[in-house]
């Protein structure tokens, strides 16, 4: 298909592609696709899609049409849970090529058990498993042959084609149809007559232990996404809304950004929202990980998705449908499992070329030995080892599986990685960098400390405090009043602009703010035991200071240990801040961090950033805020916490739904473990290939050894993949 395009880049169009067989058609038609003028596009096998960047003017019918002249069938995405279960489908093929094989391998290999006529019974038993079967393997081969292409299904049919049709031509013309013929078995090949030697249990053992392969690769693929799949299906179904001042059960897909939802005990929050009225405990295990329910008022933040476990609760939605944290996290989980490597391009060009190398290098085979007087036994057999053992399944397997249950595993836990490159920048990192507010402290005040003066009573003191401020709508004022069961009543409220408050409670004047307020009153100012770090409010009655309450932002309780991971991790961290020097090195010397930046604006903390890479770190970014978003994406790797703003999270490369921050250890070492396994994958499978091709070629290896080795190959890469399942976090409690 001939495409002209001289538009810039501006549109995303994701296809679902149908007949990949192997990564070699993956590189096919992501090749196919790049030809097309202004269009960058990215075939991931594993996920069965394609990501492609095209100019605006060019449709998805355009892109179908140029997938489909490459062989392969492509339509616009369904969602995950409309796709069919390849699994299910695969499972009584499999089944069904081993129960067949059964015999035929067993009186190939036995002597006593070839009773006369076995052979045709071993022909009948191999036509259904290679020509029926396997015949996905078969249709691929000739689909991508027609266009000029070969693949790993090539090199399958040819193995298991010659050895059938060997089998087929010595009984029909030789004589090993005839009744009564003894088949030795053996692990070498042997030099005896060609016409005598049949390959049945080679062809059915290769398809058998192929399909068991693809059986277990598309396992790994469901079970890579039923953390996805779990995101998809664990929001409510139904919702419970307020119009008109009556309730009313409507489907979720009907809500509004606005609407006021009822969420009884055990029943589901059905979209993002905010609490107007109840307070409640709210599970929500399933989108941050965290164990322990959370506590919510009226003016907090609640996920759809959650369960409400307790008191009933009025929600009003803030985001409905794919604006929804939950679909948005479900989006981020397919677009990483969509993306590739660096490590994964590599292997996808390897296979490009490396099956008209195999078909090369088998023709030399079959020529050497026949050159060197082996006979048709030897030489045959040698090329169909090489054909077989040579399938570079494992090759195209090794990244995908590694990284679809790696990332399936993060969003287990809370930790979403947004694409497979951020595993090789999280490799590299040397230095961590942490924003303060809201992620390394709650980001809310709380009561750290109360000094009553001679002579009173420290609850009394506090309750004074509270009582006064009840009124007031400062966060100081919410923090005092969070800090006692119920506030006393409080008459004849009065705001002191930029002082304090003042009002009667229980017939006393009390007056609550800074000392500059307590001076204008005529108090002494108090000389105070201790230093102390925060927000002071000094409360007075009209005789004098009754004491001081100091309020500030606490430390969460997850941080010191998180720090002391990340530094065993080979981390340095780093404190950014823009607060006052005091209060910053006081956060940085209880959380064991040196480098300490305070009073630190938004634009400081990208010149800070880039003054770290300037040096030759390689720089990891924590951050929450809006102030923080710009510092996240001029960080090789930005971490953003799922509990803060989106503009934080849209620029980070990885996001923690958990509160806590032992979520950035669990994803800086989920990160490098599935980089390893990847890595390790792919050692084992460019090692095997090096090894075995040479061990075929010179018929050390017989077609069957050969094709079971090479089946064991991607059953292993597969089973090594699927150990991230058993990823543990770190995080305490």
């Not at 001939?2 to 990564?23: F, R, Y």
């Not at 992501?30 to 594993?46: Q, R, T």
């Not at 094989?101 to 076995?118: E, H, Y």
């Not at 409080?490 to 009390?510: K, S, W, Y």
């Amino acid at each position: 298909m001939s495409i002209t395009k001289t538009q810039p880049i501006t549109t995303k169009i994701q296809l679902d592609i149908q007949g990949m067989t192997c990564a070699s058609c993956a590189a096919r038609i992501e090749k196919k696709l790049n030809k097309v003028d202004g269009v960058f596009a990215s075939v991931n096998y594993s996920t069965e899609k394609a990501t492609v960047e095209a100019p605006a003017n060019l449709t998805a019918d355009d892109l179908i049409a140029v997938v489909e002249q490459s062989g392969y069938g492509a339509s616009l995405p369904v969602p995950i849970e409309q796709k069919s279960d390849e699994a299910a489908l695969l499972k009584p093929r499999v089944i069904w090529s081993f129960v067949l094989s059964a015999p035929v391998v067993l009186v190939s290999m036995v002597p006593a058990l070839q009773f006369p006529g076995w052979q045709w019974v071993a022909l009948a038993l191999s036509t259904v498993v290679v020509l029926w079967l396997g015949r996905s393997f078969h249709k691929a081969t000739f689909t991508n042959l027609r266009h000029g292409a070969t693949t790993m299904d090539t090199l399958v049919t040819m193995g298991t084609g010659t050895a059938y049709a060997w089998s087929l031509y010595a009984m029909l013309f030789g004589h090993a149809g005839e009744i009564g013929m003894k088949h030795h078995f053996e692990f070498t090949l042997s030099r005896q007559d060609a016409m005598g030697f049949i390959y049945f249990e080679a062809a059915v053992v290769i398809i058998s232990f192929l399909l068991l392969g693809r059986y277990i690769e598309a396992r790994a693929k469901t079970e890579s996404g039923a953390a996805l799949r779990a995101l998809l299906e664990v929001g409510a179904k139904q919702a419970t809304v307020l119009r008109g001042g009556e309730e009313q059960r409507v489907d979720v897909k009907q809500l509004r950004v606005g609407d006021l939802v009822v969420v009884r005990p055990g029943e589901k929050v059905a979209a993002d929202g905010e609490v107007v009225e109840g307070r409640s405990a709210v599970d929500a295990s399933i989108i941050t990980g965290e164990s322990l329910p959370v506590e919510v008022e009226p003016g907090s933040t609640v996920v759809g998705g959650c369960v409400n476990t307790t008191g009933r609760l009025v929600v009003r939605t803030t985001a409905v449908g794919a604006d929804s944290q939950l679909a948005r996290i479900a989006k981020m989980v397919e677009e990483a499992q969509e993306g590739k490597a660096d490590v994964q391009r590599l292997a996808d060009k390897v296979s490009g070329i490396f099956v008209p190398v195999v078909l090369v290098i088998a023709a030399l085979t079959l020529v050497g030995h026949l050159v060197a007087q082996h006979g048709w036994t030897v030489a045959l057999s040698a090329a169909i080892s090489v054909l077989i053992i040579a399938c570079p399944c494992a090759l195209g397997l090794a990244t995908p599986s590694a990284l679809m249950v790696g990332t399936g595993r993060g969003a287990q836990l809370g930790t979403v990685i947004r694409g497979p490159q951020v595993l090789e920048r999280a490799r590299r990192v040397q230095t961590i960098v942490f924003d303060k507010t809201g992620t390394l402290t709650s980001g809310h005040m709380s009561v750290v400390d109360v000094e009553p003066a001679e002579g009173v009573d420290r609850d009394e003191l506090l309750q004074l405090a509270a009582a006064v401020e009840a009124a007031s709508e400062h966060p100081i004022a919410a923090a005092l009043v969070a800090a006692v069961d119920r506030p006393r009543p409080v008459e004849d409220f009065q705001n002191v602009p930029g002082r304090g408050v003042r009002g009667v409670v229980d017939g006393r004047t009390i007056h609550a703010g800074s000392p500059a307020y307590m001076a204008d009153l005529g108090h002494q100012p108090v000389a105070w035991s201790r230093d102390v770090l925060g927000s002071v409010v000094e409360v007075a009655d009209d005789e004098r200071v009754l004491g001081r309450v100091v309020v500030a932002d606490t430390i969460k309780d997850s941080a010191a240990d998180a720090v002391a991971q990340l530094k065993r991790l080979g981390l340095t961290p780093v404190l950014l801040s823009g607060d006052n020097e005091a209060t910053a090195r006081a956060v940085a010397d209880e959380l064991g961090i040196a480098d300490v930046r305070a009073g630190v604006t938004p634009e400081g903390k990208v010149a800070a950033i880039k003054e770290l890479q300037a040096a030759g770190q390689q720089v990891a970014m924590v951050g929450d805020g809006v102030n923080d978003a710009a510092a996240i994406a001029q960080a090789d790797l930005g971490i953003a916490m799922g509990t803060g703003t989106d503009a934080a999270i849209a620029a980070g490369d990885i996001t923690l739904m958990r509160h806590d921050l032992g979520a950035a250890v669990d994803a800086v070492r989920l990160s490098r473990a599935t980089l390893r396994t990847i890595k390790g994958n792919l050692l084992w499978a460019f090692g095997y290939n090096t090894a075995a091709i040479p061990l075929a070629a010179f018929g050390m290896l017989t077609p069957m050894i050969a094709g079971a080795a090479m089946a064991f190959s991607s059953v292993f890469v597969v089973l090594n993949s699927l150990r991230l399942r058993g990823f543990r976090s770190l995080a305490k409690g």
